[in-house]
């Protein structure tokens, strides 16, 4: 009697051990399927175009970063146009000059028109000029600030543009558009896989509440890509092709 006691107990400690062991599995299960998963990275801008088509969504963007920029009175700081002088010309590529004299397009660097996007930040002055204040240093530095923020823009959200040339208004004893910026997504990969307040923190400034530390995060940026406009050429046997040259 006393063994089949103690072989009844053994087996009904086994079952315990099993019991435990399941309850344990059942609880790690519980606990896993309840534990909240990684939480998704943070939207790479608070605003976003909505746009289905790229054409519409170069509009928005054009749109919402030009009201962004403002002048003391409160007018824009700009109107942001797509396309500029190159609108209606049915381009081909834009181009920059490799050789002092180039003769051929082989002598060209050369940036398909269809992985492009063009701007131009018309001031509401004659000829693009921004007719409020003073020109300076301190508003250059804005307008570049504003030609970056459409670039990354631009880029991040239209994914088959590799490319983007943004006129600037007039300079100081500039009497037509001259200057461009022209930004590459490779130089700006590591921006845009990043969301953009850590570009560009702020909002955007006037001339006299540029933050420094901002502002060197933009001169870096923009500093390489500053060109000259040169004009529209038609090239034989290609067609119509935008040219800047490394100012």
Request: glycine share 8%; net charge positive; charged share 20%.
């Amino acid at each position: 009697m006393a063994r089949s006691l103690s072989t009844r107990g053994r087996f009904a400690v086994a079952y315990l051990v099993l019991g435990a062991a399941v309850g344990a599995a059942l609880g790690a299960l519980i606990v896993l399927v309840e534990r909240p998963g990684p939480q998704p990275p943070p939207p790479w801008s608070a605003w976003q175009p909505q746009a289905s088509n790229e054409t519409l969504r170069l509009q928005q963007i054009a749109d919402h970063v030009g009201n962004e920029y403002t002048l003391p009175s409160g007018d824009p700081l700009t109107s942001v146009r797509i396309g500029g002088p190159a609108t209606g010309k049915n381009l081909k590529a834009i181009l920059i000059p490799t050789k002092p004299k180039p003769t051929t397009l082989a002598d060209f660097d050369r940036f398909d028109e269809s992985k492009s996007a063009i701007f131009l930040l018309c001031g509401l002055g004659g000829n693009c000029k921004i007719s409020e204040g003073e020109p300076s240093a301190a508003r250059g530095a804005v307008v570049r600030r504003e030609a970056l923020e459409l670039a990354l823009y631009t880029m991040r959200y239209n994914k088959a543009i590799d490319n983007v040339l943004v006129f600037v208004p007039p300079g100081p004893g500039q009497k037509k558009i001259t200057s461009t910026l022209f930004f590459h997504r490779s130089d700006l990969s590591s921006r845009l896989s990043h969301p953009l307040r850590t570009t560009l923190p702020h909002a955007a400034p006037q001339p006299d509440t540029f933050a420094s530390s901002e502002k060197k995060t933009v001169d870096e940026l923009t500093g390489s890509a500053l060109y000259k406009y040169v004009g529209i050429l038609t090239a034989n046997g290609y067609g119509n092709v935008l040219v800047i040259s490394h100012a």
